[in-house]
């Protein structure tokens, strides 16, 4: 191998790499060696630029812990995740979109109805729709969980020192007999991904801003049908176009109307809403 | 923004970083997310296998400290320095290699003629060669800052708890009028990168050693020209065709022979040499 130069070393590395050959591993590491040394030939990479890139690296692992992962952020703010959610969201089931980095695997199963967002200040919303399969059958008995930031657009896991509890603004719920699911919450507001790390140093050099549009999470499962993590936005709402992480598809803005003909919809609700949400979740088979 | 698609996001990422047109930042940037996203519509990236990226990268993070810099590591073994140093390689210059983790700009000067083993065990060596410029012109005080490991392959940087000072084996050596410098230590021997952390495991799953062959550290500098920074290997050792980091060339294998006519050279030295190692480094003008 010392007979290596700039053009042989490519196949040199993949070669290295005693992988099985066409195995799964092996496309994605030599996709990755291809990728990594042609940009380095096409751009011809100096010394200091190869160490900036590794130092960005290090300082992303240095400030980043279970709860603050800056990789996940990085590879949002590059649309990497963004992308990866459009490659793998399947033909006729809603679009996947940002999972973030609030998702807890143990919320708690709220009844129907229930209000999530625990009095909180701003406008109340009456969220509904129902979960079908891409013909239209309903889904009974789907999950339906749910996480969001307040009325300030503030997540509830990041202001535990404040006294708010994690679990706030989260909700399980089981659609019913015909699919549908109803709940009570505050409408949030537009937030930033954090930008005190390395990754908000990234958006400054590129005079990008770190909001993203004011939106609610949701992963929905149901048996024999694939998951989807996704998210929904408002219509005329800030930040629609030009979202920090990409995260927002044209079919996932949901109109948000006045409340009037609340009654109508039949639903029993916990509280009051000011404003109705409609979004319906369209599930594709698992394989 | 909101009708981006799996093909067009790769745009409207890039648009969204307002660098200045034609900069630098600004095509390093580019091509970044131009690979970073068409590996991911060739490979049909998951979220798995997108996930496990991540977390790769947050466990390079997690291990990583000022003396152990896993990116810089994986960089190693992805040959990712070896084609950053191929491609910095100025012409008719000695070709670089490896910096590696264990350089410090603060090594002690020391007189021409100095053993910089401290007695350790081993063959003891005497390295010698000019510095020229790449028409043979002597350098004359051009500064050959070395450093390396033990006959047993291992830093004293790395064994400081078992009493090794950090600075021994390490030397600055001026050149004499004539451009040439002359040392002895010990001949060193291959020794492995840390395999301990997910850069390990990495060379595991693609059934990959982590063995360097033996070798010395150099940087060479010299006003008005282009510093250097490169290792020497050694003829018939181990490790040569399968460099772990793809650090070899053909050029800076040295031969290593019996230190029989060592009078004949003239030099002055501090130990009495089992062998001889010569090398000539040339350096090529900055600008």
């Known amino acids: 191998m010392r007979d290596i130069n700039q053009f ?72 990497w995740s963004a992308l990866v959610d459009m490659i793998n969201t399947r033909g006729g089931a809603t679009e996947g979109s940002n999972l973030g980095p609030f998702y807890l695997d143990d919320a708690p199963r709220k009844p129907l109805g229930s209000d999530i967002s625990d009095g909180r200040d701003g406008v109340t919303i009456l ?25 300030s657009g503030t997540y509830p896991i990041q202001e535990q020192a404040q006294g708010q509890d994690k679990m706030d603004l989260r909700g399980v719920f089981e659609a019913d007999a015909s699919g549908r699911y109803w709940y009570t919450t505050v409408l949030p507001k537009p937030y930033t991904v954090p930008y005190d790390g390395p990754v908000g140093e990234l958006l400054r050099a590129g005079n990008r801003h770190a909001w993203r549009p004011a939106h609610l999470h949701y992963i929905v499962r149901h048996p024999g049908m694939a998951a989807i993590t996704t998210e929904v936005f408002f219509e005329k709402m800030d930040y629609l176009e030009n979202d920090a992480v990409f995260g927002v598809r044209k079919s996932l803005v949901a109109k948000v109307s006045p409340a009037k003909d609340v009654d109508a919809l039949g639903y029993e609700v916990a509280a009051k809403p000011d404003a109705v949400v409609e979004f319906d979740f369209i599930l594709a088979p698992e394989s």
């Open 8 to 79: 042989t070393i490519t196949e040199a590395v993949k070669k290295s790499f005693r992988t099985e050959e066409g195995s799964r591993f092996e496309q994605l590491l030599h996709g990755l060696i291809d990728h990594l040394h042609d940009f380095t030939r096409e751009q011809q990479v100096t010394h200091e630029e190869w160490m900036r890139v590794l130092m960005f690296l290090y300082d992303c692992g240095q400030i980043s812990t279970p709860e603050r992962h800056e990789f996940i952020l990085l590879s949002d703010v590059l649309g």
């Open 127 to 151: 969220v509904h729709g129902k979960v079908t399969d891409s013909l239209h059958n309903p889904l009974p008995g789907a999950i339906v969980d749910t996480w969001q930031a307040d009325g």
